[in-house]
């Protein structure tokens, strides 16, 4: 289940920015960001893997956050990572962790990431810096 370490700095929140559905909940969480979350695309031209890193497949597959540490999650417990950080969410966090409902919601994201490959991508914008919108 997930870490629920909270060392200084931002949670990373590692995502497909060519996904439609991916980019509308990250949208819907840098709204809500109280200063806890960093948002990096993926996707973006100007993204480069670091050493360390889980490997660019496992990347593209599962959703990530990292956490201040240096450690990555994936998958529900990188979701619970975020939920616990953000207060309109911290409710979902602590219900994600009984392990029945993390089981079930586990086995659905597990799902989802088989066919996300297969959903419709975003065109991806010229970008003239470092800074593309999502």
Not at 40 to 61: A, C, V, Y
Not at 73 to 84: C, H, L, N, P, R
Request: hydrophobic share 35%; charged share 25%.
């Amino acid at each position: 289940m997930s870490n629920t370490n909270t060392a200084e700095g931002p949670l990373k929140l590692y995502f497909d920015g060519a996904c439609h559905l991916c980019t509308r909940e990250v949208g819907h969480y840098q709204k809500l960001n109280n200063g806890s979350l960093r948002f990096i695309d993926i996707s973006h031209p100007g993204f480069e893997r670091q050493k360390g890193f889980p490997s660019t497949k496992k990347l593209n597959k599962y959703f990530h956050v990292q956490l201040p540490t240096g450690e990555f999650i994936d998958g529900v417990d990188a979701f619970i990572e975020i939920w616990k950080r953000l207060p309109q969410y911290q409710w979902a966090g602590r219900a994600a962790e009984n392990k029945f409902l993390h089981k079930a919601l586990s086995g659905g994201y597990r799902v989802f990431a088989e066919i996300r490959p297969w959903l419709p991508k975003k065109k991806r914008p010229v970008c003239t810096d470092d800074h593309c919108p999502i």
